[in-house]
């Protein structure tokens, strides 16, 4: 049997430009010729993605909100990311729980306990090895945002909410400062790419 692989996580606020890097760690991983699983959350598997339908564009209770993002997690560790870490293959999946953090706890004011009790739940003590965190002003992502295609429900929200989801991000980053690397996501392109090849060969 090979090693296990290792699970990594992007995360920002939306627009703060992570999806753009995606394709960069995937292509990096690959050349150092792994097997690499590129996902999403909410998404991931079938169900996942029906939810993430769902959950974008259907207005609902801020604990539904909560409940169905954990349901769709179950769905994807189960069917999809463990049974490719226990491959071998290294699974890379825009957005994870810390987003639950930001998102529901810090933009829609839901106790961390909640979340806490539900990450217990559903993903006794498995984290990602590396979480980046596309780190920008709200102001900065706001304008990228709306360079973008029709927004969903959660890229309808003002700036303030984006304000919350950012602080909650960066205050998981500092509990937490081995696994969750900071990147200034207003540098260009070059200079991102060149730091976050410098965190991969890390976790080699
Ligand atoms: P996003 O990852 O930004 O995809 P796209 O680039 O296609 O817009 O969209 C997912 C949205 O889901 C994003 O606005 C954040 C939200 N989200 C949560 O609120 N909580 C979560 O736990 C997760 C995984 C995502």
Redesign the pocket.
């Given at each position: 049997m090979s090693a296990p692989g290792k699970f990594i996580t992007l995360e920002g606020v939306?627009g703060a430009g992570k999806?753009t890097h995606l394709d960069f760690v995937a292509g990096w991983l690959r050349q150092k010729g792994r097997e690499v699983v590129v996902t999403?959350?909410?998404g991931g598997t079938p169900l996942g993605e029906t939810l993430r339908g769902l959950?974008?564009h259907q207005n609902m209770d801020p604990d539904t909100e909560l409940l169905l993002?954990f349901a769709a997690r179950q769905e994807h560790l189960a069917a999809l990311i463990l049974p490719a870490l226990a491959r071998g293959a290294w699974v890379l999946s825009?957005?994870?729980?810390d987003?639950?953090y930001a998102?529901?706890c810090g933009g829609r004011g839901i106790a961390a306990e909640r979340i806490a009790a539900l990450e217990t739940w559903v993903q006794h003590g498995f984290q990602p090895d590396l979480t980046l965190l596309f780190d920008v002003p709200p102001e900065v992502a706001e304008a990228r945002r709306s360079a973008a295609r029709v927004a969903?429900r959660?890229?309808r929200e003002a700036d303030s909410f984006f304000g919350r989801v950012r602080n909650a991000y960066l205050d998981r980053a500092r509990a937490e400062p081995s696994r969750i690397r900071v990147l200034d996501a207003r540098q260009g392109i070059a200079e991102l790419q060149a730091e976050i090849g410098r965190l991969l060969r890390e976790l080699e």
């Amino acid at each position: 049997m090979s090693a296990p692989g290792k699970f990594i996580t992007l995360e920002g606020v939306d627009g703060a430009g992570k999806s753009t890097h995606l394709d960069f760690v995937a292509g990096w991983l690959r050349q150092k010729g792994r097997e690499v699983v590129v996902t999403r959350e909410p998404g991931g598997t079938p169900l996942g993605e029906t939810l993430r339908g769902l959950l974008l564009h259907q207005n609902m209770d801020p604990d539904t909100e909560l409940l169905l993002m954990f349901a769709a997690r179950q769905e994807h560790l189960a069917a999809l990311i463990l049974p490719a870490l226990a491959r071998g293959a290294w699974v890379l999946s825009d957005r994870f729980t810390d987003a639950s953090y930001a998102y529901q706890c810090g933009g829609r004011g839901i106790a961390a306990e909640r979340i806490a009790a539900l990450e217990t739940w559903v993903q006794h003590g498995f984290q990602p090895d590396l979480t980046l965190l596309f780190d920008v002003p709200p102001e900065v992502a706001e304008a990228r945002r709306s360079a973008a295609r029709v927004a969903d429900r959660f890229e309808r929200e003002a700036d303030s909410f984006f304000g919350r989801v950012r602080n909650a991000y960066l205050d998981r980053a500092r509990a937490e400062p081995s696994r969750i690397r900071v990147l200034d996501a207003r540098q260009g392109i070059a200079e991102l790419q060149a730091e976050i090849g410098r965190l991969l060969r890390e976790l080699e």
